[in-house]
T-cell receptor, first 115, second 114 residues
Framework: DGGITQSPKYLFRKEGQNVTLSCEQN?????MYWYRQDPGQGLRLIYY???????QKGDIAEGYSVSREKKESFPLTVTSAQKNPTAFYLC??????????????FGSGTQLSVL | GDSVTQMEGPVTLSEEAFLTINCTYT??????LFWYVQYPGEGLQLLLK?????DKGSNKGFEATYRKETTSFHLEKGSVQVSDSAVYFC?????????????FGAGTRLTVKP
């Protein structure tokens, strides 16, 4: 079955530590996205990538980094510079990088908490 | 900038009750409008969408009509079930350069009791 796989489901970060969240898709989608979800708030875009080896900052990129070395993979690193990392992180993809009516496909999310 | 405003939750209904979740938007152009649903511990799934004024999106008994004159896209269902308990997000996209401009509302949590 095609879909988006995020791992791990739960992740704990210690002070000063970088952690990486995995996102893999087998939908052959060109575009991939990372969103952050906080309680009572809508999703906020962290980074997005339209194509392999290219990515752009979203609305809240500070303290995060990404890479897009393969079409299938778009890992997100939460760096120690992100002072409030506790949130639910969602990865999404869409095909292709075209219009306003293309829906997003989401993974099941990773809950990141600070120890 | 573009934005979406949803009615605050949580909303608690009895089974078979009528559901309305209000959504209004602000946009500079002519966006597409979406409702996504998030079940506990999962990612979001597209519930329905409408791409132009007066379009009605529908799926699984849910409906929403794109009202340009009132800039609204309210979600309705005539008879909710316990399995409809979830968080519902209204969203819009103007597609300027792709879906990176998708804007989500804060979400409305619905609980349906038997």
């Amino acid at each position: 079955d095609g879909g988006i796989t995020q791992s791990p489901k739960y992740l704990f970060r210690k002070e000063g530590q970088n952690v990486t969240l995995s996102c893999e898709q087998n939908l052959n989608h060109d575009a991939m996205y990372w969103y952050r979800q906080d309680p009572g708030q809508g999703l906020r875009l962290i980074y997005y990538s339209q194509i392999v080896n290219d990515f752009q900052k979203g609305d809240i990129a500070e303290g995060y980094s990404v890479s897009r070395e393969k079409k299938e993979s778009f890992p997100l690193t939460v760096t120690s510079a992100q002072k409030n990392p506790t949130a639910f992180y969602l990865c999404a993809s869409s095909i292709p990088w075209t219009g306003k009516d293309e829906k997003l496909f989401f993974g099941s999310g990773t809950q990141l908490s600070v120890l | 900038g573009d934005s979406v405003t949803q009615m605050e939750g949580p909303v608690t209904l009895s089974e078979e009750a009528f559901l309305t979740i209000n959504c209004t938007y602000t946009a500079t152009g002519y966006p597409s409008l979406f409702w996504y649903v998030q079940y506990p511990g999962e990612g979001l799934q597209l519930l329905l969408k409408a791409t132009k004024a007066d379009d009605k999106g529908s799926n699984k008994g849910f409906e929403a009509t794109y009202r340009k004159e009132t800039t609204s896209f309210h979600l309705e269902k005539g008879s909710v079930q316990v399995s409809d308990s979830a968080v519902y997000f209204c969203a819009l996209s103007e597609g300027i350069g792709g879906n990176n401009d998708m804007r989500f509302g804060a979400g409305t949590r619905l609980t349906v009791k038997p």
